[in-house]
């Protein structure tokens, strides 16, 4: 049972390079969901897309983009790494009005320099 | 726009007693869910328990269960008979009802530490 997928695992960029994290999903879900996680602070959302062709921003959307490839799938990039964006980023996915529950990937560790 | 706040940053239990997290959150809504995720260090997250806004009763699993008090938007988790693999971080997290996706606010986390 893969769930949510999320590639890569760890990644170490340099100040103003850019990268891609992967997300997929294998539940049939429409609603998927990037957040970050920092020391103190919880899980913030940064993108969701509730169906497949829609995108909104969340609470903390500045310096990153996203794109619903299709159905299962839902990328974060990183135009130009900045150190604040030094975090953990989890991808997760639900289905519309169900009870509300999120089904996370592993996380992907981002550190900037 | 909703918030959750977890006041503990930290606590301990010994192993077999009962600990109980705190968590607010700030809503106008009337209807909502209210979730607790556990994040063990393999960093997956993991729903805990559950509670719908519109139960009065307080939703339990197993050794886990909620003091879900309306009133004082207030959500602590308890749970009893403590043991190891229970130490872990916990997220408290809101989700309003009347949005098309599921979109949860989190608090901050408390960590939770088992001593033997």
């Known amino acids: 049972n893969a769930g949510v997928t999320q590639t890569p695992k760890f990644q170490v960029l340099k100040t103003g390079q850019s990268m891609t994290l992967q997300c997929a999903q294998d539940?049939?879900?429409?609603?998927m969901y990037w957040y970050r996680q920092d020391p103190g602070m919880g899980l913030r959302l940064i993108y969701y897309?509730?169906?497949?062709?829609?995108?909104d921003k969340g609470e903390v959307p500045n310096g990153y983009n996203v794109s619903r490839l299709n159905k299962r799938e839902f990328s974060l990039r990183l135009e130009s790494a900045a150190p604040s964006q030094t975090s953990v980023y989890f991808c997760?996915?639900?289905?519309?009005?169900?009870?509300?529950?999120?089904?996370f990937g592993e996380g992907s560790r981002l550190t900037v320099l | 726009a909703q918030t959750v706040t977890q006041s503990q940053p930290e606590m301990s239990v010994q192993e077999a007693e009962t600990v109980t997290l705190s968590c607010t959150y700030d809503t106008s809504e009337s209807d909502y869910y209210l979730f607790w995720y556990k994040q063990p260090p393999s960093r997956q997250m993991i729903l805990v328990i559950r509670?719908?806004?519109?139960?009065?009763q307080n939703a339990t699993e197993n050794r886990f269960s909620v003091n879900f008090q309306k009133a004082a938007k207030s959500f602590s988790l308890k749970i009893s008979d403590s043991q190891l693999g229970d130490a872990a971080m916990y997220f408290c997290?809101?989700?309003?009802?009347?949005?098309?996706?599921?979109?949860?606010?989190f608090g901050q986390g408390t960590r939770l530490t088992i001593n033997p």
């Open positions: 539940m049939n879900h429409n609603s």
């Open positions: 509670q719908e806004a519109y139960k009065q």
């Open positions: 897309s509730a169906s497949e062709g829609t995108t």
């Open positions: 997290a809101y989700r309003s009802l009347f949005q098309g996706a599921q979109k949860l606010v």
């Open positions: 997760a996915s639900s289905e519309v009005n169900s009870a509300g529950e999120l089904f």
